[in-house]
DNA sequence: ATTCTCCGCTACCGATCAGTATCGTTTGAC
DNA sequence: GTCAAACGATACTGATCGGTAGCGGAGAAT
């Protein structure tokens, strides 16, 4: 019951548990987790296989853990993106700027929360549980900016921005035919344009 | 060679094949390919391994099979969707109504070409081919109606709604909240009807 | 009725999987 | 300088992986 306490540990356990962790997060990433050994990260961490079971008692632990990073990166660009505007709009213009062109990077390989719950059936397990609290803290805080905003039904065109950015994050590199910041920043537009009136559709112009 | 033609082949081959696709590919959408051994498979379809393996000749290309047929039998929905209706927008609202009702399905989890995409990290892998081919077949049907419709741009808005489609497949349950269907079509609205002005921003209102 | 094809079955292959045991060594804390 | 804690290395477990070999039997074609 000596479990490593994850406050105040020996200097040497913090970092072999961070060098587990970021190697097993890049391999997880890059490769997807079911194709990623424990082996693997062993070698390329140099950190042993006992170190690590040391610190995350099984595989999904360290998976868990890996998403739980993500998670957190993630977010911590997003306060500074959102940093950089003061209105609502700017704001979601800054969003899909910082969106647009993080899927063009190299080696991007779409939304580890999804990748990972594409994975898993069991909605069960705990990798699953931290991806939906990942895309419900991202509805949440669209939201907070539509309402903001004076958008009328705020939830709700959160959720159609957020499933066009989830469109972005697993566009496999097909926006990349595109000016995918300028392409997502006027379909959020014109989302929150009509969330601003009644959302009683009517008034649309009617197509051929 | 005798390999095994796909074309005019025994009935009791035909079965054999018909029955282990049909098994592999219920079990590779609700668990995920990498979850599913070949054994499972053998034993849930009732064929034997080795008659697998003689009319697929790699696990890979048993994927290959699912993914393909996934992709035949939903454009088959497709086009049994869009007949229902007469105009560009008529279809584009039908397409959302199907889709809305399509992600709450029991037993639904996400686009099965984008849960394979994420499993494999090699994009030359068959199986991504065959994804990367089915979502551009879906951005150039959207683009057609688009164009159909007056849309200015057509391709450009047909990659909006095809992200917002992608989103609505891999919400994994976020949209039961809501109603799914209405969801989708009013987001569809407001991006056709904001491609058919000058996509030259400018004049939508600013928000605070 | 014979033949030829394709089937299902069992057993097996080497490789790899997640996870554990043991042990000697290093290192920060006091 | 001593001690306890955490490290790295090696070796191993039983299970499972994708894929193959060899068999006997069923069924369609002639």
Known sequence: ??????????????????????????????????????????????????????????????IEAFLKKEDAEFWSQWDAVIGTAT?????IEALCDWIGKRVRRNGYRGCPQLNVAAEFADRAHPARLVARQHKAEMHRRLEA?????????PETTAMQIALLFDGAFMSDGRLNAYDAPALLEHAAVLLIGGGRERPDKGASAELA
Not at 25 to 47: C, H, K, T, W
Not at 87 to 91: C, K, L
Not at 145 to 153: D, E, K, L, S
Request: hydrophobic share 35%; net charge positive.
């Open 1 to 62: 019951m000596t479990a490593s306490s994850p406050d105040r540990p020996d200097p040497r356990s913090r970092r072999a548990r961070l060098r587990a962790l970021e190697t097993a997060s890049d391999l997880f990433y890059a490769n997807g987790v079911r194709a990623v050994g424990m082996e693997q990260i062993v070698e390329e961490s140099g950190v042993a296989k006992t170190t690590i079971y040391r610190h995350f008692p099984t595989k999904d632990a360290l």
């Open 87 to 91: 209105t609502s709009m700017g704001q």
């Open 145 to 153: 900016i539509c309402a903001h905003g004076g958008v009328v039904h």
